[in-house]
């Protein structure tokens, strides 16, 4: 998926996926999953779902391409889809699960859902670039973050399309940078330890 | 789903205190894609990637629950315990392993052996009369059918992830029967 250049379209490579596997060739769809998995686990993730929940999300919109297969008239279509799917039920479980933490009258709380998706980055900053990135990033609107955080994963040809399938206006990203991008590309450009190579 | 801004919750006003609108911003975010807004998405996707990586075996798991769905078949469940099976996961590849499944209709017990270090040699045995057998690999599917006494041969398995279907010839409209993913 991260192929040289970034150019390869995922959407493409899963429309003709999913158009063999209709075709009768199941070994098709494990090429699918193989190249879009990592896509819509960080869908998931970007909506607040700790490991587990999303680990379910994703599997169970695998198991619905499965189920919706016949009805699904358009291959060209399947990314999105797979991307709406998922960010619908990772919008739902994550509804679900505050609304059961706020019923969690013995003061164990779980940790706060909104707070896994504010995964550490510390731990993992490996240079000086990417701590500065990542206090940046922080800094945007959790619905930027949201988005950023999985067109990072997505190939160029893909931005719009999975901006669309976020639910986010037209025009988000792709072709053009768009609000979120432009607000931290523009904190970036005016902060001293973003060197400009 | 394309809304403007503010139906999706934007006031304009959310960001630090200043305005999402003005000709400096719609300017910018109506610029192409460049170089550098191509490193800061580099440099957000390395520290993701790191920070919240993809669980391993999330891709086989979806793809056995595909399987099972699209098939409507019985899980067979694995019945071997013994240090067999854990010599065929393990990394040391050079060891034969048997591994014995059951299910509801059928019981079965394959043995794999690496053949000149290269790819392995699946045999088995079922329970049930005349069987179907489906091999799924990484990338292929190879079918062969068991003998008068139960057993079959695939004598040519790529290494990885794989799945057996088994289904009865005697009984067409019993369910098909999948072993869980083997490591081979």
Known sequence: MHAEGGTRSLAELAASAFADYRDGRPEAMSELVDSTTALLWHTARAQGLSGPQAEDVVQNTWLALVQSASGITDPQGVLKWLLTTTRREAWAVSKRSRREDVRDDMGEAMPDVAATSDEPAEAVVRSAEQGLLWRHFKDLPVRCQQLLRVIAIAERPDYAQVADALGMPVGSIGPTRGRCLAKLRTALLGDPGWATP | ?184
């Open chain 2, 1 to 184: 789903m394309s809304g403007s801004w503010e139906d999706q919750g934007w006031d304009g006003q959310d960001w630090k205190g200043q305005a999402w609108d003005g000709p400096d911003w719609e300017a910018a975010a109506a610029g192409e894609i460049d170089e550098q807004d191509l490193r800061v998405l580099a440099t957000l996707r390395t520290v993701v990637q790191a920070s919240d990586p993809v669980p391993s075996g999330l891709a086989e798991r979806a793809k056995f629950a595909m399987s099972v769905a699209a098939l409507e078949a019985e899980i067979a469940e694995i019945t071997t315990t013994t240090a067999e099976l854990a010599g065929v996961r393990s990394t040391q590849y050079d060891r034969a392993g048997t591994i014995t499944f059951s299910s509801d209709q059928l019981s079965a017990m394959i043995t794999i052996e690496v053949v000149d270090g290269g790819n392995a040699r699946l045999s088995g045995w079922v329970s049930t009369g005349s069987t179907h057998v489906e091999l799924r690999e990484r990338s292929r599917t190879q079918e062969t059918t068991t003998d008068d006494a139960g057993r079959f041969t695939f004598s040519s398995v790529e290494r990885g992830m794989i799945h057996l279907v088994m289904r009865r010839l005697d009984d067409p409209q019993s369910r098909p029967v999948i072993t869980p993913a083997i490591e081979i």
